[in-house]
T-cell receptor, first 113, second 112 residues
Framework: DAGITQSPRHKVTETGTPVTLRCHQT?????MYWYRQDPGHGLRLIHY???????DKGEVSDGYSVSRSKTEDFLLTLESATSSQTSVYFC????????????FGPGTRLTVL | QKEVEQDPGPLSVPEGAIVSLNCTYS??????FMWYRQYSRKGPELLMY????GNKEDGRFTAQVDKSSKYISLFIRDSQPSDSATYLC????????????FGGGTRLMVKP
């Protein structure tokens, strides 16, 4: 998985609770991304980062926030989890311009009851 | 209409068959084209990467891009049960953020 770890790998939580997912990379890549994958919707971009403290919204950012205080770590926070946020979350990384590929982590399976 | 269309399948073939997986797209600005393979309960892994039109071969896999038709294909020769997975196409315009647009994936089953 290209030096990418995600934690936790599985989580069950209750509606209304905050949840933080962590992505850690050892590749020193500049760009990091958070996706969610749902049946019928494929991979959808939630947020991405183009450097430390530099983040931007993706296609489905409502209800999510991110932070990146170090090159290697990208955190995704569900401020108040809802059942619609039950999904599989993938982190991805990418190098600079001219390297138009992304490498994915193993995923976090989140269930919101 | 989605920017990238991909038949969800499932596509079931016997072992040894030649498999053809396809995506169509609407954005003529796409220049970089990728195929990812995703096994059940795993993250997508990069399989093939091509730039602009043409063919690229890697072992049993051939990626083909026809920009004039806005159509890309992945061919798998001598398919094996271990090829059973979901195949996702992805493409990029080559922007600084390396943003990718994904197809929904095609589920392939290769039966022994």
């Amino acid at each position: 998985d290209a030096g990418i770890t995600q934690s936790p790998r599985h989580k069950v939580t209750e509606t209304g609770t905050p949840v933080t997912l962590r992505c850690h990379q050892t590749e020193n890549h500049r760009y990091m991304y958070w996706y969610r994958q749902d049946p019928g919707h494929g991979l959808r971009l939630i947020h991405y980062s183009y450097g430390v403290k530099d983040t931007d919204k993706g296609e489905v950012s409502d209800g999510y926030s991110v932070s990146r205080s170090k090159t290697e770590d990208f955190l995704l926070t569900l401020e108040s989890a809802t059942s619609s946020q039950t999904s599989v979350y993938f982190c991805a990384i990418s190098g600079g311009p001219g390297t138009d590929t992304q490498y994915f982590g193993p995923g976090t399976r989140l269930t919101v009851l | 209409q989605k920017e990238v269309e991909q038949d969800p399948g499932p596509l079931s073939v016997p072992e040894g068959a030649i498999v053809s997986l396809n995506c169509t797209y609407s954005n003529s600005a796409f220049q970089y084209f990728m195929w990812y393979r995703q096994y059940s309960r795993k993250g997508p892994e990069l399989l093939m990467y091509t730039y602009s039109s043409g063919n690229k071969e890697d072992g049993r896999f051939t990626a083909q891009v026809d920009k004039s038709s806005k159509y890309i294909s992945l061919f798998i020769r001598d398919s094996q049960p271990s090829d059973s997975a979901t195949y996702l196409c992805a493409m990029s315009v080559g922007n600084a953020g390396n943003m990718l647009t994904f197809g929904g994936g095609t589920r392939l089953m290769v039966k022994p």
